[in-house]
């Protein structure tokens, strides 16, 4: 038997996976990121193959880890996490700086950064493992707390993206009980829905400028799906 | 630069990862269980290549993860972290039941537990990364919250055992500014350290029943360090 809210009692933090140089950077949101050793102290990510921040790891031997903080935007997450690079600068108009490996570092809503030279590369099927021995490592922020995927997920209403490791077709785990009064809204961006009947107010009374929770996308990106 | 203090704002989970049979049992503390896939969903677990355990995951071909709960006991913790299958039976007096691999699997202090079919095995130094497909996840506690990292150190008091791939050498963080009124005394068998100016107790005045709040050891393991 395999429950899939099992899956959900694992924890994770929510970062920004940084690569490339000045001229050309980008960057995903990851929930995967942890400390495989400590001697030397060695840093584990897990990337789709499809990303296009895993070809410029492997192009520039370097990543780097930015920790984002428990209040982190929408629009930050949206842009690095539901977006691709292939299609947009992610760059534009978010403050980077330099140390070390000179890939870019994401610093806004991050509360503390890890920079790593690459030392391996593992399969495991759809996604790479990318290793990294650890070169530079900062606090930006010492008040804030980390974002955990948890608190993303129930406070901030926010899941996976389709490329992530711990991706769930959320219509497996839509509700069953459905109140035929009101009407859901998914976002063709992240796929979010808002459900009028939780929140309590019709899709169409929310203001023009209202976005999307999770990736701070517009209300027109929004499609009735019930 | 590389501040220490950045790599406790990663964050993670808390789990008993065991292997063997239902003859010949065993599993350690672990925090390094995260999925890397989920078309397969496959799980990834880091083990010092001198635990016990890692050399029964190889020789079963399996292992299971249960999630530790955020009331987890410190018996249970100190017992599955700080002390060594080749030493003790740890699965003596631990509740286990078994799905489908045959290995034991820890249901005590437990919200869920994860079991997994070894698919691949890579090298990081000190440690293997063991992959597992997934073949059995149940909850078995609704209400309970997963014991995170965080909590475990900063509620529990909590640290990493020597093993671990988080493991700092204390000695590196410990406060600069002594009281010389009060002593520290440290726990032979986990390192957990007790500061009379933290505590606001002496040592000698606490119970004689009085456990290590991070491995339950007796109050006669601890020795003097200032």
């Known amino acids: 038997m395999i429950q899939l809210e099992t899956l959900h009692k694992i924890s994770y933090g929510l970062y920004i996976v940084t690569s490339g140089d000045i001229n050309e950077g980008n960057g995903f949101v990851s929930n ?6 400590s001697q030397p102290q060695r840093f584990a990510v897990c990337c789709n193959k499809d990303n296009y921040t895993a070809s410029l790891i492997q192009q520039h031997k370097a990543f780097a880890v930015s920790i984002l ?8 997450i949206g842009k690095f996490g539901y977006k691709s690079g292939r299609e947009i600068d992610k760059m534009t108009d978010v403050k980077v700086i330099f140390r070390e490996t000179n ?16 030392v391996d590369v593992f399969d495991v099927g759809t996604h790479w493992i990318f290793i990294g021995e650890l070169v530079c490592a900062e606090i ?3 008040k804030s707390e980390p ?36 009407k859901k809204f998914k976002c063709a961006v992240c796929g ?10 019709k899709f169409s009374d929310l ?20």
């Open 32 to 37: 995967t990121v942890f400390q495989v050793t």
């Open 69 to 76: 903080a428990q209040d982190a935007s929408s629009e930050l």
């Open 103 to 118: 890939v870019p570092i994401v610093v806004d809503d991050s509360l503390a950064f890890l920079e790593c030279k690459l």
């Open 140 to 142: 930006i922020d010492e």
């Open 147 to 182: 974002l955990t995927y948890a608190y993303y997920r129930e406070v901030k209403k926010g899941f996976s993206p389709k490329n992530a490791p711990t991706y769930i077709n959320q219509s497996k785990l839509e509700t069953k009980t459905e109140n035929v009064m009101s």
């Open 192 to 201: 979010y829905i808002y459900d009028e009947a939780e929140e309590k107010v």
């Open 207 to 226: 203001p023009e400028d209202w976005v999307c929770p999770v990736c701070g996308s517009e209300k027109s990106d929004f499609i009735e799906i019930s």
